[in-house]
């Protein structure tokens, strides 16, 4: 069984201290890749600093994530995009632009430079064409009509964290060559996912991810999460789907490979 993280902060500090062994367990369970978004100036370099230790098997996304949108957003987004560029030409480069969006949830106090900030990072998108990693929360209207704006030019995506009703999905799905990110949630006592996706998301349309070290899956809810547990989100989409732990992997691997390129 092979497997990759499409979305994992490897780089945070709450794998200081034994991340060695984080990648070696993950490797035996299978995974063949790990995805780590940034959210910042600061962590694009940690993230950077990340997939350089771990060659061909780590790799960068680059961008302002909505909850870190400030004052300075302007200043962040000129470093950001400096990174992007400058990265280009070395041996790791960037595979996304991530993780960027929109996100009420805990505060609108930059609603409007969140929205500003996003539509700048998809425009990068288009002018790079290098994917998005897309993070929303509480603004799936207003994410949809600044894609919409460039959906014709958009190399395609990842929304990511995906935890919507049916008609959430379907608004999703259309756009085209864009996949939704599953993670733990689905694993979740009170989690709808096991029902919605199966309804009306293609296996075609969904790639896996941890978004570790938050939303660990049952049974191991609450601890820190990391890539090696995906194999309960195989698992329990398999169920789902009512097919094979491997056609899950097989499935999720080609969505990731159509969206995401690794050659260096
Ligand atoms: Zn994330």
């Given at each position: 069984m092979e497997f990759i993280d499409?979305?994992?902060?490897?780089?945070?500090?709450?794998?200081?201290?034994?991340r060695d062994a984080v990648v070696q367990r993950a490797r035996e369970a299978g995974c063949t890749s790990i995805f780590l978004p940034a959210i910042d100036v600061a962590s694009c370099q940690t993230v950077l600093d990340t997939c350089k230790r771990y060659p061909d098997f780590c790799y960068p996304m680059l961008g302002l994530h909505p909850e870190e949108v400030k004052a300075d957003w302007k200043e962040q987004l000129e470093q950001i995009k400096s990174f992007l560029i400058s990265h280009f030409s070395f041996l790791i480069s960037p595979i996304?632009?991530?993780?960027i969006g929109l996100d009420?949830?805990?505060?609108?106090?930059?609603e409007q430079e969140q929205l500003l900030a996003f539509e700048e990072q998809v425009r990068w998108s288009v002018e790079l064409q290098l994917p998005l990693m897309i993070h929303c929360r509480k603004a799936q209207n207003e994410m949809v009509a600044i894609l919409k704006k460039y959906v014709n030019d958009l190399p395609g995506g990842v929304f990511h964290c995906f935890t919507g009703n049916e008609q959430e999905a379907r608004q999703l799905l259309e756009f085209p060559r864009f996949v939704l990110g599953i993670g733990g949630?689905?694993?979740?006592?009170?989690?709808?996912l096991p029902e919605v996706l199966p309804a009306c998301v293609p296996l075609s349309r969904i790639v896996l991810e941890t978004d570790a070290p938050y939303?660990?899956?049952?049974?191991?809810?609450g601890q820190r999460n990391?890539?090696?547990?995906?194999v309960h989100m195989i698992d329990k989409l398999a169920e789902a789907y009512s097919v094979s732990a491997e056609e899950i992997c097989q499935q999720t691997n080609e969505n990731v490979a159509r969206i995401f390129s690794l050659k260096r």
């Open positions: 499409t979305h994992c902060h490897l780089d945070g500090e709450e794998f200081n201290n034994d996304a632009i991530g993780e009420y949830y805990w505060s609108r106090e930059f949630v689905l694993t979740f006592k009170k989690s709808h939303m660990a899956p049952v049974p191991l809810r990391e890539s090696s547990y995906i």
